[in-house]
């Protein structure tokens, strides 16, 4: 199979999340929660699927990369946003995927990058199953079986869950986005010290003429005077100052 076939199947996969993410309301509304819960299993698997692919194919991409952070986070706020129709806690998770979402703009338009780190693809994961858990919870023949309370409780468990893997992962990336832009302005800063120092060295210094340069050779005093400094820099004295 050809590399170009193999990216096709990773992006198709990557891209059914998308559709996914489409399609979550209408499926939940029209064919009940059960329909919405396994839609969101399989979904949330394909994230694992395809990222195992891709690397196992060597067939990584920009474009691949891209396609994936949007699938994740549309298929997340379309189904997080369906719960909390029946479960307002459920915008808990969905506001802190925007503040993940808001970091990594600010960091990209500042020219940081934040990788994707094990507690973002964690809290994947626990996004995954509260969504479909919660999507179960609300089904007929489950919510019968059990009392308002419990049904209650289970919800906002999942949701809260959800809510704490979000957090942590804002937080992970909030430190890792303050940490770079703090060494990049520090390198900044080193750079433009640097420069500022070499320039005001150039506009002190002053090439010394043959006769000097023969003098300091073979001065004694001047040798031991000037050891120890760069060579390149006995060849220069400094301007007279006006």
Not at 45 to 54: H, N, P, R
Not at 85 to 102: A, D, Y
Not at 203 to 224: N, S, V
């Amino acid at each position: 199979m050809s590399d170009k076939a193999k990216k096709i199947i990773v992006n198709i996969l990557t891209g059914s999340r998308l559709l996914a993410a489409l399609a979550i309301a209408p499926i939940y509304f029209s064919f009940g929660s059960i329909a919405a819960a396994i839609t969101i299993g399989a979904s949330f698997l394909t994230d694992f699927i395809d990222g195992k692919l891709a690397r196992g194919w060597h067939v990584e991409s920009f474009l691949g990369s891209l396609l994936d952070s949007v699938s994740d986070k549309a298929l997340a706020a379309s189904s997080l946003i369906t719960l909390s129709l029946v479960n307002p806690l459920f915008l808990i998770p969905l506001l802190l995927e925007v503040g993940i979402l808001t970091t990594n703009v600010i960091a990209a338009k500042s020219g940081e990058n934040i990788q994707s780190n094990m507690l973002g693809k964690i809290k994947e994961w626990f996004l995954g199953l509260g969504a479909a858990s919660g999507f179960a919870l609300t089904a007929p023949n489950i919510a019968e079986k059990l009392t308002e309370t419990t049904q209650t409780t289970y919800l906002n468990t999942a949701a809260l869950t959800s809510a704490i893997a979000c957090g942590a992962t804002l937080a992970s990336y909030c430190a890792s986005y303050y940490s770079a832009h703090k060494d990049r302005l520090e390198s900044l800063q080193i750079e433009q010290n640097l420069a500022d120092i070499k320039s005001q060295k150039e506009a002190l210094r002053k090439l010394k003429t043959r006769p000097e340069i023969l003098h300091d050779l073979i001065d004694t005093e001047f040798y031991h005077t000037h050891k120890n400094d760069p060579i390149l820099s006995l060849l220069y004295k400094e301007k007279p100052q006006n």
